[in-house]
């Protein structure tokens, strides 16, 4: 298998016999199949996959809180029930991916391994449904969404620091990430970038194409999706009986120059939602900053990229 510890952005970490159990799980696996930017992978070169984000997520557990094998449990299996392409598509027909991860956690063979390490499937649905370092608090930045904000950026090859530097400058309580002032207003401006290229309007709407394509389909053919994986769906899509979804497929897979996005809602074209904003802020010195100046204009700038689009194939 691979090796985990080679992970690029954070130190290494040696990982437990339970969690080298699980990343061997086809649950664990399937993530390594499923694009952490959805259907943004059609049209962006920044690719990762959920494995890659959840190996950093347990990574950063592991590195904050090295004796709590419950958490670093939990990390490794916080997206599993994540469908193909993330986000895109588990609106459209009707999914809940944390609900399907409380399920995969209890199936035999996630609890299975848990057992034999004496961990309850209980006690890892429980921390993965209430506060805990790796959501952060309503207002507070987790480990979860800390890792996507990192990894996302480096990605698009503007971190610029060296986020094993970063770590040294960071805590994690069960509130969430804590900082000094300077290192917080740089995970602020990583933030803002990360949402700039989350709401590039291609980006969403290469989204909302798949999403429609994969609900023509799928109404046709009426199957399970959830547990697929990103290619399958799209070969699926290829070869649907629906010549809409095919043409949709065929334009995000070879013809992008098809793809028309506007701010203009004419009624013709697909319309593109607004989306939704990361909000959460880490704490300055165990403080947090939510009713500061800074965390205003963080959160207008935020706000300003929230834009309906129509999409339309030329």
Known sequence: MMNVRNEPLYPGIQPTPLELDLIQSSYLRRLKHLAHYGAGSFVSPVTHSRFEHTIGVWKLAAYFFPEHHLLRASALLHDIGHLPF???VERTLGYNHHQLTLKYIQSNDISSRLKKAGISTDDVCHLLT???PLTGTDLVLGLDHLDSFIRDTYMMSDLNRDPSEILTNLSCTEKGISTDQQ??????SIIVKDHTY???????AADRLLAEAVHLHWFSVKQDFSFLIDAQVTAQLIQSPNAKARSIIQALLFEPNRIHVSETITGTGYVVPKGKIYHRLPLINGDEMTQTDQASTFATELESMLKEYEVCLK
């Open 86 to 88: 993330s986000h895109a």
């Open 130 to 132: 209430n506060q805990s």
């Open 198 to 204: 989350m709401h590039a309007p291609m980006l969403k």
């Open 183 to 188: 290192t917080a207003e740089w995970l602020l």
